[in-house]
C-alpha cells in the first residue's frame, strides 16, 4: 500500500521561514493543519506529540499578543512624552536660555553674551571671535580662569577698535594651567528664545535666527 510522507516533521516546527522571517502564529497554525492532512494513516500523530505542538503553538500566540502590546505601549508612551515636550517647549518663547555651543548672532548693534566651563583653575584664557568664514576677528585675554562657568560679553568690535558686521559667529577658548598643558574647556551661549519649531526628532528652539536642540539648553533664565 502506498502511505503519503509527511510534509512536515512531527517532532519541531522550523523557527523561520525561507527568507530568514521569523514565522508568526498564523503560519504555525498552517504547518500544523497541514501536518494533520498529510500525516500517515498507517502510523497517525501520537496524542502526546499533538498536544506538545499545541502547546508551542498556543505559546507563540502568547508571546505574539505580548510584542503587539509592547509596541502598542511604547508607541504611546512616546506620543504622550513627545506631546508633554511640546507643550513645555512653547511656553519657553520670550525667555532667556544658557545653551551648550559654540556659535551665535551678532545683531550689529548689541553686545553678545557667551561663556564656558572650566574643569579646573586656569592661568590664561585666550577668547577669539570668528566670522562666519572662520577668520579671527577678535583676540581676547584675560577672561575668567576660575574653575567653573566663567561668562563675558562681546562689544562687536574687532582687535582694531572696529565695529564688526552683523551675522553669525563663533568662538573658540584656549585655557591652559601653571604648567602650560591644556585645561578641557565647554563652551555656551546666551539668547532669547523668539519661536519654537517642532519637527519629527522633537522641538527646536529659534534663537537669532539659529535653531538649538532642546537637549542643548543648560538653563532657563527669567526674562
Known amino acids: 500500500m502506498t502511505t503519503s ?63 503587539s502590546n509592547l509596541v502598542a505601549s511604547l508607541d504611546a508612551t512616546h506620543l504622550l512624552s513627545q506631546g508633554i515636550s511640546n507643550s513645555l517647549a512653547a511656553t519657553i518663547i520670550g525667555k532667556d536660555i544658557r545653551a551648550s555651543g559654540e556659535a551665535f548672532t551678532y545683531t550689529g548693534s548689541s553686545s553678545a553674551r557667551i561663556g564656558y566651563t572650566l574643569p579646573s583653575n586656569a592661568d590664561t584664557v ?57 585645561v578641557n574647556v565647554w563652551r555656551y551661549v546666551f539668547g532669547s ?10 522641538a527646536v528652539f529659534v534663537v537669532d535666527g539659529m535653531e538649538i536642540r532642546l537637549s542643548d539648553v543648560l538653563e532657563i533664565l527669567e526674562g
Open 5 to 67: 510522507i509527511n510534509a512536515v516533521g512531527t517532532s519541531q516546527f522550523p523557527t523561520t521561514d525561507s527568507t530568514g522571517g521569523i514565522l508568526g502564529k498564523d503560519d504555525f497554525l498552517k504547518l500544523l493543519v497541514m501536518q494533520l492532512r498529510n500525516q500517515d494513516p498507517l502510523d497517525p500523530m501520537k496524542g502526546t506529540e499533538f498536544a506538545a505542538q499545541l502547546a508551542q503553538f498556543s505559546s507563540v500566540e502568547q508571546l505574539s499578543n505580548i510584542n
Open 126 to 182: 585666550t577668547v577669539k571671535i570668528l566670522d562666519a568664514s572662520g577668520t579671527v576677528v577678535r583676540t581676547m585675554s584675560g577672561t575668567g580662569t576660575a574653575k567653573g562657568d566663567n561668562s563675558f560679553t562681546w562689544d562687536g568690535k574687532d582687535d582694531q577698535g572696529s565695529n564688526v558686521a552683523a551675522g553669525k559667529y563663533t568662538f573658540t577658548v584656549e585655557a591652559k594651567d601653571s604648567n602650560g598643558a591644556s
Open 193 to 202: 528664545v523668539s519661536a519654537v519649531r517642532f519637527k519629527s526628532d522633537g
